[in-house]
């Protein structure tokens, strides 16, 4: 993975990487209408959890999944185990209207 990662230095491309702490050490804030619930993890109900995170800057999605196609998942990290990356964009401040 840490090739993978200089990789996407190299390119000029990585913006943010970072792993997350299991769902033990976090917690989840539950909004109905104006009630706040605050749950303490680990979350046994979650069937999709996220374990970290790369943010890249790419002219397009088809660039975006070009890099991730490239994820050293089931070779390097987790042999043997289905993984699945979700590619996304990020909004920009500017495009967000109020």
Do not use: C
Not at 6 to 31: H, I, P, Q, Y
Not at 58 to 79: C, D, M, N, Q, Y
């Amino acid at each position: 993975m840490g090739r993978y990662n200089d990789e996407l230095r190299r390119a000029g491309v990585l913006l943010d990487l970072n792993g997350l702490e299991s769902t033990e050490k976090g917690a989840k804030v539950k909004f109905n209408g104006t009630k706040r619930t605050v749950v303490d993890g680990p979350f046994s109900e979650a069937k999709e959890v996220i374990g970290g995170y790369w943010i890249i800057q790419v002219r397009s999605k088809e660039e975006a999944l070009e890099w991730a196609r490239r994820i050293p998942f089931g070779t390097e990290v987790h042999p043997g185990q289905d993984v699945e990356v979700e590619v996304r964009q990020v909004f920009e401040l500017d495009q967000l209207k109020h």
